[in-house]
């Protein structure tokens, strides 16, 4: 019983000692854990504190930094701003002078702006619902998102977050690059916040949707705005959208050429998934802001918004015309003169430089492209349509093409290259310069050289009355009844051979004729016998053709007896030999012409104004003399065919025509009160045409038949704008400086006593010449040397039988007749223009 007690107190005295074995153990656990969890606390605590501290400092870091550039950063002005938020790049357009657009400029990029209120309503809610939601309550800046960024930067995180205001990226886009750096970042809060201050939300939103990408059109163009992408992706204005089409649009800035359904090309991707994706996303999130409720939702998700993209389309057309190849060119130019003048800079210098020039060039064309101009031209639309069906109609009568064969250098096979007569003409208005049309070639398609503009030719006996018979007359020099001999002419060159001129049948009549005849007949002889004894006498003509604008030819090539005919290395451009002529009907004033009238720029404010330019070359009385000489070549002269095919009663007028050699070049200028109309027709590779063909042709002689085209030409233009046309419009009447009186048929001087070479004396009396003389330039008294530019044998041999034919009819019957051959025979014989057989 006893041994039970003792083992039961043992077993309990065990377990006492395990129970306290345990707590102590427990106690001891407790204890250890405790002191872990202390260090593990006060180890966190210390971790958080200094991360909260690296965290300060850093933001601190941040905070300064973005100060530091604040502080460096040159903030715009409001002006300012407002003329970078609106610099879109937008498309330019030319015009005719009525307004009615020729075409867009050709550029890299359609834009299209308009007002908030042309705007659907769709698409500005779905543009905030989908890019920034807060934009109605935020100052420019959604300030988690920019801690965002800060803490990116900090970080070097290598994922830079989106999460920009539409204020921020329309700061990005117009005031900033797309470079992702910090610096860039603070100056688009900075600049962000600026923009809230000065501009109302509805200006900033209206101006992100002018400026935002919205991939291509269906022509394969870049478009930006949303009225581009509204015409050019579904043929409609912005405020006409649908909900789908609005959301698809809307959904294209954030990736516009992922999400576009056009290529470059213009046709319709095969795969357009992602931009339907995208315009799912749109419409989601315009249901969660509220905009849209959960029918239109469904609806609009359902709908197959492919059905509504426009088919492609060839945009290229109207661009490639002459008609805009010309008056784009004219603006570039006008804006680089511009440009120039602004810089203190001087336009010879310029154009003398190649490297200059291309700087002002191309930064002109950029400014033209992107700046969304409205180019008004002095195109008459009437008259320039009335140029290209009048020339279209009777191009024919230049006759057939230029064929050669030539040895291909790949396949060494014989081929033939045809090449057709071109034309190039042109139609200014008198009194201000303006061009009212012209005609660039016979299809822009075959051949891209503007023939009126661009191309320089020899102008032939049409630089006769500018060069020769003009500045003569000005100068006192001559008058019309000025004698002159159509002799022979022999000038040794320099390569040994001889240039000996003659008419247009080959022929010399050696024979003496008045200066006024001389021009009607278009003779070459008289013209360089007067040339030559002007560059004796040192009559500076060059500066006469400068003043009339005709600046390319050397002045050096002035002094060459062969450019009385028209021999130069160069000539002037059709705009130009027809301004010329223009002169003689502004009473001697020379206007420069010009083709664009005025530039505004996309607010309507006048960019570029022409300012008239005009020299005073001839004096009124010499224009007056003129008008009358050239008046004659219309009137029975080389130029009177034109008035067989004018079918209306044509006003007062001169002209004159022209031919180089084998008719390399062949002009026909006429001028009336109103305008003046020039034409020019060849080959571009100065192919002559052949003298059988041309004589044999079944529609007359080239020389009638270019005529014929410049009186269809005219007739187009009357029919079209008569108004060019009123008979009731005069020259101006005889000036003060003109007068009228008489001289010897004979000898063009008064009558009178000459001493002959033997020293004898005669009083020379006969038939007497009417005609206009300049007051400055009374007739001359008799001389020996009546004919300017002749030679003393000529003239020995003229007064010879002018003597005999003063004598007795019993002793001189043989040299009466041998007088006969004069400018009297020759009254008698048809008239057929010369061509110049001169050097080059």
């Known amino acids: 019983m006893k041994n039970e007690k003792l083992h039961e107190l043992l077993n309990r005295m065990k377990q006492h000692i395990h129970t306290i074995k345990q707590k102590s153990l427990t106690k001891q656990a407790m204890s250890i854990f405790n002191i872990s969890f202390g260090v593990t606390k006060r180890l966190f605590y210390l971790t958080l504190l200094c991360l909260c501290f690296l965290m300060s400092l850093g933001l601190g870091i941040g905070l300064g930094y973005f100060a530091n550039i604040i502080s460096h950063t040159s903030v715009p002005s409001q002006t300012q701003m407002q003329t970078q938020l609106g610099s879109l790049n937008q498309a330019s357009a030319l015009f005719f002078q009525d307004g009615d657009m020729i075409s867009e400029v050709q550029s890299d990029l359609v834009r299209k702006v308009v007002p908030l209120q042309e705007i659907s309503d769709y698409v500005k809610q779905g543009i905030i619902a989908t890019e920034d939601d807060s934009f109605y309550t935020h100052n420019g800046i959604v300030p988690k998102a920019v801690l965002r960024a800060i803490l990116q930067e900090i970080s070097g995180s290598d994922s830079q977050t989106g999460g920009s205001t539409l204020t921020q990226q329309l700061v990005k886009q117009q005031l900033l690059t797309n470079e992702l750096t910090f610096t860039r970042k603070a100056k688009e809060i900075l600049l962000a916040m600026r923009v809230e201050k000065y501009f109302s939300k509805d200006d900033i939103l209206n101006a992100y949707l002018n400026v935002s990408s919205f991939g291509r059109n269906n022509s394969g163009q870049n478009i930006a705005g949303i009225q581009a992408a509204a015409e050019g992706v579904f043929g409609k204005q912005a405020k006409d959208l649908t909900l789908p089409q609005a959301a698809f649009l809307v959904g294209l800035p954030q990736s516009p050429y992922a999400y576009t359904p056009y290529t470059n090309i213009g046709t319709i991707k095969q795969d357009l998934d992602a931009g339907i994706a995208r315009m799912k996303i749109v419409l989601t999130a315009m249901h969660r802001n509220g905009y849209i409720n959960d029918a239109e939702l469904e609806e609009a998700q359902n709908y197959d918004i492919t059905k509504d993209f426009l088919q492609p389309q060839n945009s290229t057309v109207a661009l490639h015309s002459y008609l805009y190849q010309a008056v784009h060119r004219e603006a570039v130019i006008a804006l680089m003169k511009q440009q120039i003048k602004q810089d203190g800079k001087d336009w010879s210098t310029v154009d003398a430089s190649v490297e200059l020039y291309n700087q002002y060039y191309f930064k002109a064309a950029n400014l033209l492209a992107s700046s969304g101009y409205k180019v008004y031209s002095t195109i008459d639309k009437k008259v320039y349509e009335a140029m290209q069906s009048g020339t279209a109609d009777n191009i024919y009568l230049l006759g057939e093409s230029y064929q050669t064969t030539y040895t291909d250098s790949t396949t060494g096979e014989i081929k033939t290259a045809t090449e057709p007569p071109q034309i190039g003409s042109v139609a200014i208005e008198n009194a201000t310069g303006k061009i009212l049309g012209f005609v660039g070639g016979r299809d822009f398609s075959v051949s891209q050289t503007d023939h009126a503009f661009s191309t320089r030719r020899s102008p032939g006996s049409t630089i006769k009355p500018l060069l020769v018979y003009g500045p003569a007359i000005d100068q006192n020099f001559i008058y019309p009844a000025t004698i002159l001999g159509d002799t022979a002419i022999s000038r040794r060159q320099q390569d040994g051979s001889y240039w000996t001129p003659t008419n247009a049948d080959n022929r ?147 002209g004159k025509t022209g031919t180089s050699d084998n008719y390399q070049d062949m002009w026909v200028i006429v001028s009336t009160p109103q305008i003046t109309i020039g034409q020019w027709s060849g080959f571009d590779n100065n192919h002559g045409v052949n003298h059988v063909f041309a004589i044999t042709n079944s529609d007359g002689p080239i020389y009638i038949r270019t005529q014929q085209l410049w009186a269809n030409i005219a007739n187009a233009i009357h029919s079209a704008a008569p108004e060019y046309f009123d008979t009731t419009k005069q020259f101006s009447t005889q000036p003060n400086n003109v007068m009228t009186s008489s001289v010897l048929s004979a000898t063009g001087t008064l009558p009178g006593e000459i001493t002959l070479n033997n020293g004898s004396k005669l009083n020379i009396t006969g038939p007497m010449t009417s005609d206009l003389f300049l007051t400055s330039r009374p007739p001359y008294a008799i001389s020996y040397q009546f004919a300017p530019g002749e030679s003393s044998d000529t003239l020995n041999a003229y007064w010879s039988n002018l003597i005999q034919s003063l004598l007795p009819p019993e002793t001189s019957s043989q040299s009466g007749q041998s007088q006969q051959t004069s400018e009297q025979r020759q009254n008698n014989q048809a008239p057929t223009e010369p061509r110049s057989s001169s050097s080059r």
Do not use: C, W
């Not at 008046?631 to 079918?647: A, P």
């Open 508 to 654: 010399v009549s050696n024979t003496f004729v008045s200066a006024r005849y001389a021009l009607k007949m278009s003779l070459n002889n008289p013209t360089v016998h007067l040339y030559s004894a002007m560059l004796q006498k040192g009559i500076d003509t060059g500066s006469y053709m400068k003043n009339m604008g005709i600046s390319a030819i050397d002045s050096s090539e002035y002094l060459n007896e062969a450019a009385s005919l028209g021999g130069f290395s160069t000539g002037p451009s059709v705009v130009e030999q027809t301004s010329a002529y223009t002169t003689f009907a502004n009473d001697g004033k020379h206007i420069t012409p010009y083709l664009i009238e005025r530039i505004e720029d996309n607010q309507g404010n006048i960019v570029y104004q022409h300012e008239k330019k005009e020299t005073q070359v001839f004096n009124a009385g010499t224009a007056y003399i003129l008008r009358s000489m050239l008046n004659d070549s219309v009137e029975g002269g080389t130029t009177s065919y034109f008035k067989r095919y004018v079918n209306f009663t044509f006003p007062q007028r001169y």
